[in-house]
């Protein structure tokens, strides 16, 4: 069974692990928590590294936040196997550190817990309507899309012909992407077969806008992305040649920057010269200096959103640091469908965590945990969910960094075994083993659907493929 299983598990790390110099966790298996442990390995081979992860499988976002049509960017899965296959590493999946097992208990049993679980909430903009069906997050609509089994059921209207996505970032231009695609772009990729499905026979949307609230020099997407939406087949964009009317100071500010530069430069002449397809059937325009002051209900359909009412903005400052200043104006922009993509939000998981509520990160000072010694951060729980998956790389080498310069001060308290506290309480972690079971029969299942796997869409078709 499953139980004994876990219980044999046990008896070999409390053999393999005797003499291991130290012991340490990580509570979350993406991106930041297993370039941790990658570090953390390199400089200490002899450390056991057992990594918790609340889902039966790992990666984090690199499986439930990169874009199915962007397979490059979830290379970094391969040196994330190499570091779970180590013998001094384990896999504690389907484990909720603060559920099933708490963070002092943690503590007590290992010398060192690394906090690396990321923002799993969504910064809201409390504005009037924000609950209106039809209002969604990105990180829902990401989920919903890329098979996260807690969002994969998410119910998403694509019936209507109009949707707005809320924020200006590589995360808005994906959500844009997806909405916009033709479903036969997106079929041979690992994107959710629940969410192919709704895309290819129920997605009626004609037009997206992406709105934000500053300008063209404050835009966070960079050219890759920008370019991407531009040559997306079957659609045309429109940019307002006004956001792209350049002051000479703005000119010489963009002229100072090359990555910006060559940004601006797209802009202005997708602006001024689009690419026209005469066979289009669907838009999206880049509408700048609109902050959102209400979700406007459906007329017909009460309950729903039916539009997004914005105030025109003007702005103010130094190029690339403009603030946005009302006018009085107001425009209001249609949509059946909005997605608010102005950021993640980090929560605590325990309430002895010294966390900054405004921030949503834990206070920490270069990745040590405030006033709690032994207990350390990496990545978004750390730092908000700002960078990409090489941002993250150098922050979880800095947090090994701290602990590997603390290591002879590093001390548990208890020596038993963490296999043996889950074991008695009938919770049956998955092991790096049992993940390769799971991913064997994604496998087998994407072989008819022409995709390299199809991801299992919920935690109990996980277990059971392990079983």
């Known amino acids: 069974s499953a139980l004994q299983r876990s219980v044999l598990r046990s008896i070999q790390r409390n053999y393999s692990n005797h003499a291991a ?16 442990a990658q570090y953390l390995l390199k400089g200490q081979p002899d450390a056991a590294v057992d990594v918790f992860e609340k889902y039966p499988v790992p990666y984090g976002l690199a499986r439930f936040g990169v874009a199915p049509d962007h397979p490059e960017v979830k290379n970094c899965t391969e ?5 779970l296959q180590s ?19 943690l503590q007590q049993r290992y010398d060192a817990v690394i906090l690396s679980y990321g923002a799993s909430h969504d910064r809201k903009l409390n504005i009037p309507g924000e609950s209106l069906k039809g209002v969604v997050s ?78 063209a020099l404050e835009v966070a997407f960079t050219i890759k992305e920008l370019r991407e939406l531009i040559r997306l087949p079957g659609v045309n964009t429109h940019i307002d040649a006004k956001h792209v009317d350049f002051s000479p100071t703005d000119r010489a500010w963009i002229e ?6 060559r940004l601006m430069q797209l802009l202005e002449s997708t602006a001024l010269k689009p690419l ?88 920490h000072e270069q990745g040590r945990v405030v006033g709690k010694a032994g207990l350390y951060c990496s990545g978004w729980i750390k730092n908000g969910p700002v960078g990409i998956i090489a941002s993250t790389m ?25 296999a043996d506290v889950l074991a008695s309480r009938y919770v049956s972690p998955v092991s790096y083993q049992d993940w390769l079971k799971i991913q064997a029969v994604e496998i087998q299942k994407g072989v008819p659907l022409g995709k390299p796997f199809a991801k299992l869409l919920t935690v109990e078709d996980m277990l059971k493929a392990i079983e």
């Open 21 to 36: 110099s130290k012991r340490i966790a990580i509570v979350g298996a993406g991106p930041s928590g297993l370039y941790t």
């Open 79 to 83: 040196q994330f196997d190499a570091t």
């Open 87 to 105: 013998p001094n590493c384990h896999l504690f999946g389907n484990v909720t550190v603060g559920t099933d097992i708490t963070l002092t208990e």
């Open 138 to 215: 990105a990180r829902e609509f990401v989920g919903w899309y890329n098979g996260d089994p807690a969002l994969s059921s998410l119910d998403v209207d694509l019936t209507g012909s109009q949707a707005v996505v809320l924020g200006v970032g590589n995360v808005a231009l994906d959500v844009a992407r997806v909405l916009l695609s033709f479903p036969s772009r997106l079929a041979g990729t690992d994107i959710s077969t629940a969410a192919l499905e709704q895309l290819t026979h129920a997605n009626k949307l004609e037009h997206v806008s992406l709105v934000g609230r500053r300008g």
């Open 256 to 261: 100072s920057m090359r990555p910006k530069r």
């Open 276 to 363: 026209v397809d005469e066979q289009a059937t669907k838009t999206w325009h880049l509408e700048l200096a609109l902050s959102p002051v209400e979700f406007l209900e459906h007329r017909s359909k009460p309950g729903y959103v039916g539009g997004v009412r914005c105030e025109v903005m003007h702005l103010e400052g130094e190029p690339g640091q403009r603030q946005p200043q009302p006018t009085g104006e107001f425009r209001e922009l249609p949509a059946e469908l909005v997605v608010r993509s102005v950021g993640f939000f980090g929560t605590t998981i325990d309430e002895e965590l010294p966390f900054d509520a405004q921030r949503g990160v834990i206070q």
């Open 394 to 418: 150098s922050d979880a080498h800095a947090t090994a960094k701290a602990v590997l310069h603390d290591w002879d001060h590093l001390k548990r308290s208890e020596d038993i075994d963490v």
